[in-house]
């Protein structure tokens, strides 16, 4: 593990030892929007192919039970939850049977396959962000019968709201369906989905938020997935892929500088994980993994979802050698390491 990792562990775990010492967490609530990096679990009884509620995922969680997430063991957002000092993650919001009290410390919403452009998330039966929104204005209301209007707006206004989009809209809509590729450069698409982005702020913040943290987009072009099916057989990050998430993550900077601008009180946060996991998967072993080019499920060159299963044969037997666990998610090594960054990256959220 490099100089800066064990830097950004140390920092978390001194938070975290701040937090439960004061006996409470640093916030009073995380909700979580977006993608399959933070779906845990809404997508398992809708009617979809993105779908994660089986083995081998969830193998290394709490009582290796698959809860939905796309991962083996922990999300980078179930570590964030525990270095905010919560002892319980978010749950997924569709799949509370009792909600109540359950939504006090914050809930899930995010959506495996859901992304900024409202068409992705319809492509895979997915829930799109607009529908996540709605959700939340429904959470909004059973917190308020709850804990009462004006504790249900304290808990609101100083909760952290977690954004994670985007990269399905490229890598699961744009980069293989011809009637975007062929009307828009990557460039132009990327102001699509940045103007979507910006109102899905605004929406936000009218509905009381005014804590939000955005995850940029990852080296796309590192993820397994993408360079076997855009690579052309190199076995390295496909460069102009990786540009692509350069591009968008310098106008998701700009557009929220502006955001932060317009709207008073707003504290908005770009959160970087493209250096991060970049890192780790250029430099491997320098953050203690053996393998950055295939993910731990199956042959780990095109697995996810539902092609990574029980079946997958050659499924890795030590995820924790792994920089991927399918050939789109990070492992919960990874993640660790993500999270120990989103966490000194998202430190003006807490304080």
Known sequence: ?????????????????????????????LFIFGDSVVDAGNNNNIKTIVKANFPPYGRDFM??????????????????????????????????????????????????????????????????????????????NILAEVAGQSNASSIIS??????SSGNSDFLQNYYINPLLYKVYTADQFSDILLRAYSSFIQKLYA????????????PMGCLPAAITLFGFESNQCVE??????????????????????????LNLVVLDIYQPLYQLVSKPSDNGFFEARKACCGTGLLETSILCNRKSIGTCANATEYVFWDSFHPSEAANKILADNLLAAGLSLIS
């Open 158 to 163: 100083g909760a952290i709201h977690l954004i």
């Open 1 to 29: 593990m490099g100089c800066s990792s064990s830097f950004f562990l140390t920092f978390s775990l001194l938070i975290a030892v701040l937090s439960v010492s004061y006996g409470q967490p640093l916030v009073p609530a």
């Open 240 to 265: 102009r892929i990786n540009n692509d998430a350069i591009n968008f993550n310098k106008k998701l900077n700009s557009t929220s500088q502006s955001l932060q601008k317009q709207l008073p009180n």
């Open 63 to 140: 009582n290796h039970i698959p809860t939905g997430r796309f991962c083996n063991g922990k999300l980078a957002s179930d570590f964030t939850a525990e270095n905010l000092g919560f002892t319980s993650y978010p749950p997924a919001y569709v799949n509370l049977k009792t909600k109540g009290k359950n939504l006090l410390n914050g809930t899930n919403f995010a959506s495996g396959a859901s992304g900024y452009y409202e068409p992705t998330a319809k492509l895979y039966h997915a829930i799109p962000l607009s529908q996540q929104l709605e959700n939340y204005r429904e959470c909004q």
């Open 207 to 218: 509905m009381g938020a005014r804590r939000i943290g955005v995850t940029t987009l990852p």
